[in-house]
Structure formats: C-alpha cells, structure tokens
C-alpha cells in the first residue's frame, strides 16, 4: 500500500473519532467554491497592494480545516500528521493562518497580516487593533508570542514588525471607492459592447485592461473604446491594453495553495538560501524556477539542493496536490546565485 493510502486511511480512522462542528464539514465540503471566491477576492485586491518583490498569497480561506485543527489538539493525529512530508504539512496549516489563531487565542484583534521578502528574509506585518499605546505597550509580548510560535515551526529565517491598524482617512476612502466604481463601469461598458474583457485596473495613471485575445487589430479597437468611456466619464487617462493568457489564468489559480505553501516553506528557512521562486504556466507543463544564493563550488550546496528538490518532488507527487492541480506536467529548476541550472 502506498504511504498516501496508509496516511489516508489512518487520517480516515482518525477523523471518524473528532467531533467538530457540522458546520466545519459543510466548509470542507464547499473547498472548490470557497477557492473560487478567494481566487477572486485576490485578482482583485492584488492590483490595489504591491509591497514587495516576492509576495506570499495571504489565504482567507483553509483547505481541509478540520484535519488541521485536530492535528494540533489530538496526539494521534499529530502522530499522522508528523509521517507527512515537510511541504506537505505547510500546505495544511499555512503559517498566517497559524498566527492569526495564535493571536487570538491569547486575546489580540488582528487587522491583517502581510507577508512578504525583505532583502533575504520573510518578512511578517502584523497589524493590530487597538491605540497606538496599547499596540506599543504589546509589543514585546506579541513579538515573543509569535517568535516562539514561528521556531515551533521550524522557521529561522524572518522578521516580524507589529503595528497599530490606523484608521484609514476619509478622503483615501473616499478616492478608494471612486476607483472601484470605475472599475466597475469601464469594465461593463467594455463588455455591454461586445468585448471580452478579462478585468480592469485603473489604480493608477495608465488604465490597464486585461482582454484574452492577441489581435492587433482588436486590441486598437478596444483602445480607443475605452479611451472614449474614460472621457465622457471625466476621467481621461492613458490606456493600456495587455493580453492575458486564459490557459494561463486558470492554470495559476488552481497552483495557488501549491504555490503559497512551497514559497512559505523555502523562504522561511535558513538552510535552503532561497533568493526568489519564479513560475511559468503553459498548457504543456508548469515551470517553477528556484533561486538560491548558493555557490556551486561550496561543500555543502549539493546537499542542499538535493534536499530542495526531495521536498518539492514528494509535496507536488502527493495525490492530494496532484488532484488540485489535475496532474499538470511540471519541471523543477533551481539555480545558483549566477543563474546556472543546478544538474
């Protein structure tokens, strides 16, 4: 028996002893509609906030909450849980949610985690509610708190920045809900007439508009269309028209939770020198390109690797992802720090 089935089947025994709330198995059983909606909520919120060089996927919503949430509070199931490769536990608990219910937990209100690089660290934004003085006076507490949660975990290579969650003025709101609104029109009007419009993007002086098709010709029609919209609302600006993929879009939305857990789990560690991850999706396989600050001529970088390239091959191998993914074809490359092709 594969250790898939043997991990499936004690995780079955396992479950049918927890009890959870029926409302946590209504959850499970509407994963692929909940995955939607996020992958949604984050084309839409990723246009409004771009921090950082590398950024983390921050997941609203969690695969398979009742198996993780056992897994903390039942030995036997840690015991399961501990046969799981590395990855693959990652991808079951990713580390935001972990903080945001650790934070709870001791009685914090957070606003919102961001997650991103910082040179060669992760870099985690906690924001809190409360005063400025109440959030300074917690500070050290939530530091430690969080140091500790982070290094049960395994993770050595980050820092952690706590914040008051500011009340945004007014008049940014004000301008925020403008935007949305003209999204929102430009984007139907493009559509009411016979266009096929992907999405719209006008945060920002040049409106970019997202349409799925390579014709030159279409593209120029589609300009001046939008052009002629954003002028009768009062809103002239210069126009962008860039052609996105289909293929592509949907290949990248069901690699998401794939992708937000090996990006979590590579960068948060010290030991494997990763400098940035870089992905490619066609139809014909999904390229993901690790780049590490490692030298080849350095003793230890072919343990290392190798270590990389076991611990991505098993989690993206496991029927679980390959399920998500429908067995797309991948390639792993991985680099040292001049860009060669680790063999």
């Known amino acids: 028996m594969k250790i898939d089935e043997l991990l499936k089947k004690e995780i079955d025994e396992q479950m049918e002893k927890i009890q959870a709330p029926s409302s946590m198995y209504e ?79 001791e009685g914090y209100k957070p606003d919102g985690i961001g997650m991103g690089i910082s040179g060669q660290k992760a870099l985690f934004d906690i924001r809190l509610k409360g005063t400025e003085e109440y959030v300074k006076q917690e500070e050290d507490k939530v530091l430690r708190i969080l140091t500790e949660t982070l290094e049960k975990r395994g993770y050595d290579n980050y820092e952690l920045m706590v914040s008051d969650a500011r009340e945004v003025p007014p008049v940014l709101n004000e301008i925020d809900k403008e935007r949305d609104e003209l999204d929102e029109e430009l984007m139907s009007d493009l559509q009411g007439a016979g266009y096929p419009i992907m999405n719209v993007n006008t945060f920002g002086p040049v409106v970019n508009v997202y349409i799925p098709i390579a014709d030159e010709a279409k593209k120029v ?42 990006e979590e ?79």
């Open 27 to 105: 959850f499970a059983k509407n994963i692929k509609e909940e995955s939607e909606k996020r992958a949604d909520y984050e084309k839409s919120t990723r246009r409004k906030r771009g921090w950082r060089k590398s950024q983390f996927v921050i997941a609203a919503a969690i695969s398979l909450g009742v198996l993780t949430g056992s897994a903390f509070l039942n030995p036997a199931m840690a015991e399961v849980m501990s046969k799981i490769p590395y990855l693959g536990q990652v991808f079951h608990k990713p580390i935001q949610v972990v903080i945001l219910e650790t934070l709870e937990k």
């Open 221 to 262: 029609e589609i300009y001046k269309v939008a052009i002629e919209l954003l002028e009768a609302n009062d809103t002239p600006k210069q126009v962008q028209i860039i052609t996105r993929d289909l293929s592509e879009e949907e290949m990248e939305s069901q690699w998401m939770s794939a992708k937000t857990s090996i």
């Open 265 to 343: 789990g590579l960068f948060l560690k010290k030991e494997y020198r990763v400098a940035d991850i870089r992905y490619s999706y066609k139809p014909e396989k999904v390229s993901i390109t690790i780049m590490t600050n490692m030298k080849s001529s350095d003793p230890e970088t072919k343990e290392i690797v190798t270590k990389i390239r076991k611990e991505i091959t098993e989690f993206l191998d496991s029927e679980e992802v390959k399920r998500m993914t429908e067995n797309q074809k991948y390639e792993l490359i991985i680099q040292d720090k001049n860009g060669n092709d680790f063999p």
